[in-house]
């Protein structure tokens, strides 16, 4: 008698070519999750974001201003003049 029996699955091959194929589409993950690489992703456009200044309003609120509205002359209020332009 034979010690030695072969014992393979007829189906070997093909598993070794999926343990391969995972294991390269693991590396390809892992090079692309270090190096930041999206594969499916489509890159997004960069959108121009216009300057926007938060300001308060006479009434209280906060608002954001287009810079490009705003007057080029701008100076600081003191407190006390804040607290009696402020309308409540």
Do not use: C, Y
């Not at 692309?32 to 200044?53: A, H």
């Not at 906060?62 to 080029?72: A, H, M, P, Y």
């Amino acid at each position: 008698m034979d010690i030695k029996e072969n014992n393979t699955p007829a189906n070997a091959p093909s598993r070794r070519k999926f343990v391969w194929g995972m294991g390269i589409l693991s590396a390809f993950a892992a090079v692309g999750s270090i190096t930041g690489i999206s594969f499916w992703r489509k890159k997004k456009p960069i959108e121009n974001k216009k300057q926007t200044v938060k300001m308060l309003t006479q009434d209280g609120r906060l608002v954001e201003v287009d810079v490009s509205k705003i007057n080029g002359k701008m100076k600081k209020i003191t407190n006390t003049e804040m607290q009696h332009w402020i309308k409540k």
